[in-house]
């Protein structure tokens, strides 16, 4: 399925499960469909599975949105709390559209809690209360994380722990019945080796032919280049290299510290979720990676530097892109909005340090080269998520890998096929549709939302596909 023919469904008003390979767009997808919300008055609630997932489209986690905060049972007495909270009723209330990004990472327990918050505040028993409901993600990416614990009020719980990890196995995905929008087109690779090689990780069919390629591109550990980042599985990795290096630069660090204000719960999830840290030390000839998308400055999320130097007048520091290019570099900032409203802001240089980044905090960057340890990797889709980072083979340098790193969860591999058979017939449910079949239906669903009264340009911009 293309991107217009996704977002055409979208602006039907029906659940959408968007989802397709990396580098396919769906988070193109969904900012084209909030700014086209937006342009009729219609706010939709932006959320994400996880806090950095959330600073990337300038949500909030689904956990603060919804109350459910780090809950993974809710009995009705925590329900109720919620229900009778003022500004989290407040907002779900307001809510005419839910988008969920990353629903990979979230757990089918939380869907389902999200689903019974929604229901009960705006006293509608359709699924999540009857708004329309986006789930965007890939399953063969990062699965959630499942904590076990003892059940203290089993009697009174409303979710029964031993549900199935993923969010499709949740009852809630199930009755919201999300029409699948199997992205099909590729933006961030262009190496047909390197597609091959990728696709067949996903489908499970990775051959001696496809670990040719691979071999080819593996080094050892001390001819690695410099000044491209690392890839690791493990925190401990990635704080030691860029913790070394930095101190075996000459001169004293200039340090820069983030800031922040509005509510209290808001900007500390803001700051964990920030890929840029609480403090920042830089130093002249310090590798560094940008952390926010600023087209008009020349850099976005991944986009890789020197430290040159700091100018003199406020002491920011000047970062030569590999193009050759100079930005001098100020503050951004990285907010939480809710109804046109910003709720919390942090504020700091949008930058990392980048000798080395964890595979968890690397998903959804686009990176040019990357030198990559998959040895410790201990989860499925892992690796995949790794090497799915860079745009060409010949932007890979592996130091090596470990044989999960090359597989992904066997369950999502039927699973897949599954999506695949419901995207292509929802794509040919679509072509069945006249132009002015499916111009009534945005009008319709414009309406139920209570959008803008549609003027020309308006009514233009919503039949474009």
């Not at 809630?172 to 390197?194: I, K, M």
């Not at 890998?401 to 599954?418: C, F, T, Y």
């Amino acid at each position: 399925m293309t991107q217009s023919q996704a977002l055409s469904i979208l602006k039907t008003g029906v659940n959408v499960f968007l989802t397709g390979e990396p580098g396919s767009g769906k988070t193109y997808v969904i900012n084209k469909y909030v700014k086209y919300l937006r342009g009729l008055g219609i706010e939709p609630a932006i959320t994400a599975s996880t806090g950095i997932a959330a600073t990337h489209i300038g949500g909030m986690t689904i956990h603060s949105w919804s109350g459910i905060g780090i809950k993974d049972k809710l009995n009705k007495k925590a329900l109720n709390k919620i229900v009778r909270s003022g500004y989290i009723a407040k907002r779900v209330r307001k809510a005419k559209v839910l988008i969920i990004e990353e629903v990979s990472m979230l757990t089918g327990n939380t869907l389902t809690m999200v689903d019974k918050v929604c229901r009960a505040i705006k006293q509608n028993a359709m699924p999540f209360g009857g708004m329309q409901v986006i789930f965007a993600g890939d399953f063969f990416q990062l699965p959630p994380v499942v904590k076990r614990s003892v059940d203290e009020s089993s009697q009174t719980a409303l979710i029964d722990e031993l549900s199935t990890r993923f969010a499709y196995d949740s009852p809630a995905w199930a009755e919201a019945s999300p029409t699948v929008c199997y992205l099909t087109e590729q933006h961030r690779q262009d190496d047909g080796n390197f597609l091959a090689m990728l696709s067949a990780i996903r489908r499970n069919m990775f051959d001696e032919d496809h670990l040719s390629h691979l071999e080819t591109r593996r080094i050892e550990r001390h001819k690695a280049p410099p000044n491209i980042p690392k890839l690791y599985s493990h925190n401990a990795n990635v704080d030691f290299t860029n913790d070394g290096i930095l101190a075996k630069l000459p001169g004293k660090p200039h340090e820069f510290t983030m800031s922040g204000f509005g509510e209290y719960g808001l900007v500390a999830s803001l700051k964990r979720g920030c890929l840029s840290p609480e403090t920042l030390l830089l130093k002249v000839g310090a590798t560094v990676m940008f952390t926010k998308n600023n087209r008009k400055e020349g850099f976005v999320n991944g986009t890789l530097g020197t430290v040159e130097g700091f100018n003199k007048e406020n002491g920011s520091p000047i970062i030569k892109l590999r193009s050759g290019r100079k930005i001098i570099v100020e503050p951004m900032d990285w907010s939480v909005e809710e109804n046109s409203k910003i709720r919390a802001t942090i504020t700091q240089l949008p930058l990392r340090l980048a000798w080395a980044i964890t595979v968890h905090k690397s998903q959804g960057m686009n990176m040019d080269e990357a030198v990559m340890d998959l040895s410790g990797v201990f989860e499925f889709g892992q690796g995949y998520v790794a090497l799915s980072r860079i745009r060409r083979l010949s932007g890979l340098h592996i130091l090596g890998w470990n044989q999960r790193a090359l597989q992904v969860h066997p369950e999502i591999l039927s699973k897949d096929e599954g999506f695949k058979t419901a995207s292509n017939s929802a794509e040919m449910m679509l072509s069945n549709f006249s132009p002015n079949e499916i111009k009534k239906k945005y009008n319709e669903f414009i309406s139920i939302c209570n959008g803008k009264k549609k003027t020309s340009r308006i009514n233009k911009e919503t039949i474009t596909l």
